[in-house]
């Protein structure tokens, strides 16, 4: 004769249609959140930029479909535009479609923007994604800004047009093992790319 019995086990539903209040709290404690930072300076101008924004848009794409939240900034030797982090991508792939040339090159005010919109997002995995064509501007100054993020658990990873300038953005990348660089024929796919770094991309 059996000595054991069959229990039921019951427990809360873990999904619902539409989506509970929950949700949020959710992807903040199991998923992440990325910004995404293109170079708009004046040496990005012509097919560069069309390149970068198609790139940009996979990006984006791959993240969202990983449970990322994204934000984006466009920066040049100052912010250029920006929009939050977000679960919903179509503020960000606006603002990519206004994308416009102009200005220097200096990473410091993306650098302290994107700490501040990170922290505010409050993910399990928070990231900084770069792309540029140049340097940093001012090295030793956001070499400074950089380990402020780092020291907040935000992960940098960093892609430049040619070697000399992914050397020179390497500097604040947190990634120790490879040095991204794209090609111009190449910005679109090195960009998108990136979207590897993303720890729960990873795993799907």
């Keep these: 004769m059996a000595t054991w019995t069959k229990k039921d086990f019951d427990a809360a539903g873990v999904t619902e249609y539409p989506v509970g209040p929950a949700l ?30 198609r790139g940009c848009r996979r990006f984006i794409c791959e993240a969202v479909e990983a449970n990322y939240s994204v934000g984006l900034i466009l920066w040049d030797h100052g912010i250029s535009g920006s929009v939050p982090v977000d679960y919903d991508p179509s503020a960000a792939y606006c603002l990519l479609a206004q994308a416009a040339i102009a200005g220097g090159t200096n990473i410091v005010p993306c650098l302290e923007l994107a700490h501040r919109m990170l922290l505010d997002a409050r993910a399990s995995d928070m990231v900084l994604a770069v ?3 140049g340097d940093l501007g001012d090295p030793f100054e956001a070499s400074r800004v950089a380990a402020k993020l780092t020291a907040d658990g935000i992960r940098i990873l ?47």
Excluded at 45 to 53: L, P
């Design 131 to 133: 792309f540029g064509d």
């Design 24 to 53: 949020d709290q959710l992807r903040r404690n199991f998923g992440g959140s990325v910004v995404l930072a293109l170079d708009v300076s004046g040496s990005m101008e012509g097919e560069r930029i069309e390149k970068a924004v």
């Design 158 to 204: 960093t892609c430049g047009l040619g070697q000399s300038s992914a050397e020179s953005l390497a500097i604040i990348s947190t990634e120790t093992s490879t040095t991204r660089v794209a090609e111009t024929s190449t910005i679109a796919d090195s960009i998108a790319d990136m979207a590897r770094g993303l720890r729960f991309l990873s795993r799907l």
